[in-house]
């Protein structure tokens, strides 16, 4: 959970945003957020390397600015901390082509956690269950039996891979 307050100037006080995201497991993002927080706070650099808090200031801009807006959202005095991860890297030519795709990429996972939270919520409001006899159960365990499979045979792919013929052919069995 993500709550802050910003101010644009010392007058207009910004409207409060919170965001929760539990996505379930589904994807990466709460692995990648203690992943980063970890390393911003044993290197003391809380805001130049980006973690959960920027993620809020992101979120934050895109319901303050609209969608994609990212210059808009970085021209904004009250959203400045998303803009402190870069600043090592502003001489280079490229910078702000590399900014914008790190925070579109970076909008993207959020908003697939998100998506995956609202399925989630849904789910459980209409107290959805797993019907084992559906026809996708039957697929899901295929797709299992399959992954299993192939992990198994990993190895194989590697030798095959380096020139080894028996294994190729064990493989292409």
């Known amino acids: 959970e993500a709550r802050a307050n910003g101010r644009r100037d010392d007058k207009a006080e910004k409207p409060r945003f919170m965001f929760n995201i539990a996505d379930g497991g589904f994807t990466e993002l709460h692995t990648l957020w203690q992943n980063e927080e970890r ?7 809380l805001n130049e390397i980006w973690h959960r808090r920027h993620d809020y200031w992101l979120l934050a801009g895109i319901v303050l600015h609209g969608y994609a807006r990212w210059t808009d959202i970085q021209n904004d ?9 870069f600043k090592g890297e502003a001489s280079k030519g490229n910078f702000l082509e590399m900014k914008n795709k790190f925070l579109a990429r970076r909008f993207k996972l959020l908003e697939q956690a998100l998506v995956i939270e609202e399925q989630l919520r849904r789910a459980a409001y209409l ?5 084992p006899s559906h026809p996708a159960m039957a697929l899901n365990t295929r797709f299992a039996e399959v992954e299993c499979l192939a992990e198994s045979h990993q190895h194989l792919s590697k030798e095959s891979l380096a020139g080894n013929k028996p294994a190729n052919a064990v493989l292409h069995k």
């Open 127 to 131: 107290n959805m269950t797993q019907d």
């Open 77 to 85: 005095g009250a959203f400045g901390v998303i803009n402190e991860p």
């Open 39 to 45: 390393a911003a706070i044993s290197s003391g650099k």
